[in-house]
């Protein structure tokens, strides 16, 4: 049974729109004017490069895959705006809700060390998530 390969999209937010790129498969980009937008763009191109390039079908594309996004913090505080507000982020990281208001208007940058608190915190919550049953 062969492992399961890993495509990163990285999503970055530029000033008037969002852009998506495969950190590791050649010629897979995506853009919107949302995240989402940027997300599924990027997942139509792997569809097309499947579809139209046989020939040279990068090889990670070739078998089962999974799909990663890597956000940058301005682009992860926006895309999730609707569903974590910077009060419940606050409860779940123990970084102040000015400073996610700072990351997410990306008037501030956040340290390695902020930015591994968020990451961790939302590990923590799919973890806790996968194991519900209603």
Do not use: W
């Amino acid at each position: 049974m062969s492992k399961k390969k890993t495509i990163r999209i990285i999503i970055e937010r530029s000033i008037d729109s969002y852009g998506a790129y495969a950190e590791n498969v050649d010629g897979v980009t995506g853009v919107g004017d949302t995240a989402d937008e940027a997300k599924k763009s990027a997942i139509k191109c792997i569809a097309l490069v499947k579809k139209y390039n046989k020939q040279n079908l990068p090889a990670i594309l070739k078998g089962d895959y999974e799909i990663v996004f890597k956000f940058d913090a301005e682009s992860f505080l926006t895309y999730y705006k609707k569903i974590f507000t910077n009060a419940a982020l606050e409860r779940m990281t123990g970084i102040n809700q000015k400073q996610f208001q700072h990351y997410a208007s990306g008037l501030k940058k956040p340290r390695p060390a902020q930015v591994k608190k968020i990451e961790t915190a939302m590990h923590e919550l799919g973890r806790e998530l996968m194991a519900v049953e209603l």
